[in-house]
């Protein structure tokens, strides 16, 4: 980029500047706010609830398109630059992680619904109240019941006080696990970046909307007329049923079809999702194959398994895979996806180490937000003082390790799918504390124990969104050399400590206002009671290991080590591991029709007209992803201004 007038080098190529802050800060606080106050009150599409970041793309959009050209004309001087904008947009896409699904709504219900929906028929005030540790949730019982039903004529002032020490303590952990999931984000970069080269498919439309053409400030994809084909497409079908809640003679446009098969004991189902058709339209052919294909073939098991009346049956809780089996299975597999993701890259993981225990000159971490150094001792360091914590809130020694294997394992295993794969939309197919629960027993656990598996809920089991997967797509849209990289890490913990601290408030805020239970029926409800359901079944029914489950996490891993080493020995070889790995998951089950569809298109496009035509009808699919996300953020707005309420037109 040339120089421009009045610009000093450093102030176009930092990329961290005093305005980039501030700007990004501020959107930060904006998506908080927005996000909080619309699975609140509004009841619209979910813009923060997965790891496809809706809300990061839509204010990407306002500024980039709406915003930064105006300025420009203006004064060019007032215009972001390219840095400047990617840096923003790192910013929003770890923000976007926090104000719902992956901390501030699941936090607060889940340290108080032990106490709210205790009740004498589930027995919770003696199984599971003398085992909480009284620093990690409120004490005040009229606090608690203030925030699910709102605060009575006479109260004017929201208990802070009650919420003071749970939520600092709380947000100490909470820090030390972004930390860690930052380090790890570093320490793997440059291995999937630069040596195996991942697609990293949810990072390719932003870093096309950060981009300035010739001669303007507008990015070349917005004089693109494909992108607007794609962008209409979505955004015209979505808002008819946006009109339809208000206009019910608008036909509602249905996008979804359930064909009950093998007797009614199963559900076919045929969704079409704009933005996964554009985010698997990116991916390889052979990944986007296995997703759908082994989604199928896990239906057609789970289908024959209900017809000859074979059953597995086990409470692994109500998150993964909606089989025992494929919950096992899963495990097995992506632990080694990601031992073997670490054998690979023992190399670059050996110069890391070198680098940060002994100097080493010859490896280069300059482009790295973190030194080696600095990640290294705060992965060690940041993983030690979780363990120590979870041991205080009463999980037993032995199995904090176990249990932090299992949980990194699934959050590096999750990381590298969405990298790799697309996959906006997706779960493990079993969570950490159920693996431990599962494979050791709750006997050997004990009351306290099993409690404190409970409470890591928090942030460990509906894994569809958290920091380290945002912060490993952010670092593939900052991957600029115009970008100064260490200050960035500094901009993505304001990030983190803005929207986490704003959205914890306005939660807050709006439940004693308007009362918890009026609010999103998932968090202040089955969310937040599915823990203590979980801890009390194991309470009431001791068992031991399953070793069962171990036998078919054997069976996994043992297969997906057959498929990975099948397909880096042949060729033709058309089975990508991570189909076995994510495919029979539930969400998957949602969308392996869209998959499909990607597929097909992709592959007629590469088969008759070469990757020319491929790359040519890129800009539509990217339009697909960009215009249901900004319908999403539009009919938020027309829904705050028209006061609408319950109007959701996205899903996934």
């Not at 980039?64 to 929003?92: D, G, H, Q, S, W």
């Not at 992965?379 to 032995?398: D, N, R, T, Y």
Request: hydrophobic residues 55%; contains cysteine.
């Amino acid at each position: 980029m040339k120089e421009k007038r009045g610009f000093s080098k450093a102030y176009i190529e930092g990329g961290v500047t005093v305005r980039s802050f501030l700007v990004g800060s501020l959107l930060c606080f904006v998506l908080a706010v927005g996000t909080t106050y619309n699975i609140m009150v509004i009841h619209g599409s979910y813009m923060a609830l997965d790891f496809s970041t809706p809300a990061a793309i839509f204010l990407f959009f306002v500024l980039t398109f709406c915003i930064n050209p105006p300025l420009a004309k203006l004064n060019e001087r007032l215009a972001l630059t390219t840095p400047e904008l990617k840096v923003i947009y790192m910013m929003l896409v770890v923000a976007c992680a926090l104000p719902t699904m992956g901390m501030a709504a699941q936090i607060l219900p889940i340290l108080t619904s032990a106490f709210y929906y205790a009740l004498p028929e589930n027995n919770w005030a003696e199984l599971i109240h003398p085992y909480i540790k009284p620093w990690l949730v409120p004490q005040d019982k009229l606090a608690i019941k203030y925030f699910y039903e709102g605060l009575p004529s006479w109260e004017t002032e929201i208990p802070w006080r009650a919420w003071a020490r749970p939520l600092a303590v709380w947000g100490v952990f909470l820090l030390a696990l972004y930390i860690v999931m930052i380090a790890f984000s570093v320490i793997l970069r440059r291995q999937w970046m630069e040596r195996e080269r991942l697609v990293y498919p949810l990072a390719q439309l932003p870093i096309e909307m950060a981009e300035r053409g010739e001669g303007s400030v507008l990015s070349p994809i917005y004089k693109n007329g494909l992108l607007w084909v794609g962008f209409a497409i979505a955004f015209i079908l979505s808002s008819l049923n946006g009109l339809h809640h208000y206009f019910p003679v608008v036909p509602r446009l249905q996008l979804v079809r359930y064909i009950p098969v093998f007797r009614h004991s199963h559900t076919l189902i045929f969704r079409l999702s704009f933005p996964m058709l554009g985010f698997f339209y990116l991916v390889h052919l052979d990944v986007a194959f296995s997703l759908w294909f082994f989604n199928i073939l896990s239906l057609l098991a789970r289908g024959f398994m209900t017809y000859f009346g074979i059953r597995i049956t086990e409470n692994l809780g109500i998150y993964g895979a909606r089989s025992p089996l494929f919950a096992h299975l899963g495990m097995g597999a992506i632990t080694v996806l990601v031992v073997a993701g670490f054998w690979n890259g023992r190399r670059h993981l050996k110069d890391v180490a070198r680098k940060a225990v002994l100097g080493a000159r010859d490896v280069d971490d300059s482009d790295e937000i973190m030194s080696y150094r600095a990640a290294f001792w705060s992965l060690i360091l940041g993983l030690g003082f979780m363990g120590v914590w979870l041991h205080l809130s009463g999980m037993p020694a032995w199995a904090v390790p176990i249990f932090l294997f299992a949980v990194f394992v699934i959050f590096i295993g999750l990381t590298r799918i969405v990298a790799e794969s697309g996959m906006a939309e997706a779960v493990a197919s079993t969570i950490g504390s159920s693996f431990v629960v599962s494979s050791f027993g709750s006997r050997a656990l004990g009351p306290e124990g099993l409690v404190s598996m409970g409470l890591t809920y928090v942030w460990s089991a509906d894994v569809r969104t958290f920091v380290m997967a945002s912060c490993t797509n952010g670092l593939k849209v900052i991957d600029d050399r115009r970008i100064r990289k260490r200050p960035v890490f500094w901009a993505v913990m304001a990030s983190i400590v803005i929207t986490s601290v704003t959205a914890i408030w306005m939660i807050m805020k709006l439940a004693y206002e308007r009362g918890g239970l009026n609010g999103n029926p998932w968090f202040f409800g089955g969310g937040a009671k599915a823990p203590y359901n979980y801890v009390a079944s194991k309470l009431l029914s001791p068992e031991g290991p399953n070793w069962t489950g171990w036998y078919i996490k054997g069976a996994g891993a043992l297969i997906m080590g057959m498929l990975m080493i099948l397909r880096a020995r042949f060729l033709w070889w058309p089975f990508h591991p991570i189909g076995f790995a994510i495919g029979p998951i539930w969400i998957m089950d949602q969308i392996w029709f869209t998959c499909f569809l990607a597929w097909m298109i992709k592959l007629a496009l590469v088969r008759w007209g070469g990757l020319k035509v491929y790359r040519s009808a890129r800009p539509i699919f990217l339009g697909l992803i960009l215009g249901q996300f900004v319908c999403n953020g539009v009919w938020i707005l027309i829904d705050l201004i028209a006061g609408g309420r319950g109007n959701q037109i996205f899903w996934i």
